[in-house]
């Protein structure tokens, strides 16, 4: 069993009220811990924090977590094309390794003992 120390590893300082955020992050970790550990860490009742495992139940599927989102990245030459990561792994099919050499026109790939280049444009 881990020892909880709040503030720090990504949980919230003791203080007196809590964000919505915050209760979901303490409640979480009561999961690992345990509701009693938790509690008396932040010198809070055990049902506030067995009350808190509710909150992330209530969330509207609806609204896009953060960690869902996927960020879109384009890599573009001198000349301006542009391809992208999924791509450029297209076109090294299967290789365990990419190095991206944009002003060579090239991506360098590596695949076991075996390695090669393809050409991004």
Known sequence: MSELMPG????????????????????????????????????????SVVSWKRLKKQQPASVPSPKTKKTEIFIQSPLG?????????????GADKIYVRVDENKAYWVKGQQNGAVNLW
């Open 8 to 47: 720090l590893d990504g949980m919230p300082p003791i203080k007196d009220h809590y964000d919505d955020g915050e209760k979901i992050l303490i409640a979480e970790k009561s999961k690992e811990l345990g509701v009693h550990t938790v509690a008396n860490a932040y010198g809070l009742k055990w049902q």
């Open 81 to 93: 094309g542009t391809i992208t990561p999924d791509e450029i792994i297209a076109k090294a099919e």
